[in-house]
Nanobody, 118 residues
Framework: QVQLVESGGGLVQAGGSLRLSCPAS????????MGWFRQTPGKQRELVAS???????YYAPFVKGRFILSRLYAKNTQFLQMNSLKPEDPGTYSC????????????WGQGTQVTVSS
């Protein structure tokens, strides 16, 4: 089992930035996809950004141009740089990794809360 633990959430003013981190307990090499999801009250969890093992990236339209997903294999960590935060960005952000070899399956972190004040 791969454990993911997010950090970096908090309260920020609109227009500000946050950097979320998600170190894994094991290697991320071999993950088919990894990325970040967001959960807000009354809504289904939605994909914010993802990257595949072939470096194909996806950004949800509502964050494209503002958020940047990156990963550092040497530290078994993925990041989400959140810039130009908007009042509609708050939620619980969770990191995710999907393996099809080794630790097969979907692995989730507990989530970190992001709040944006206007």
């Amino acid at each position: 089992q791969v454990q993911l633990v997010e950090s970096g959430g908090g309260l920020v003013q609109a227009g500000g930035s946050l950097r979320l981190s998600c170190p894994a307990s094991g290697t991320l090499i071999g993950a088919k996809t990894m990325g970040w999801f967001r959960q807000t009250p009354g809504k289904q969890r939605e994909l914010v950004a993802s990257v595949t093992n072939s470096d194909s990236t996806y950004y949800a339209p509502f964050v494209k141009g503002r958020f940047i997903l990156s990963r550092l294999y040497a530290k078994n960590t993925q990041f989400l740089q959140m810039n130009s935060l908007k009042p509609e960005d708050p939620g619980t952000y969770s990191c995710h990794a999907h393996f099809v070899v080794g630790h097969k399956g979907h692995h989730w972190g507990q989530g970190t809360q992001v709040t944006v004040s206007s």
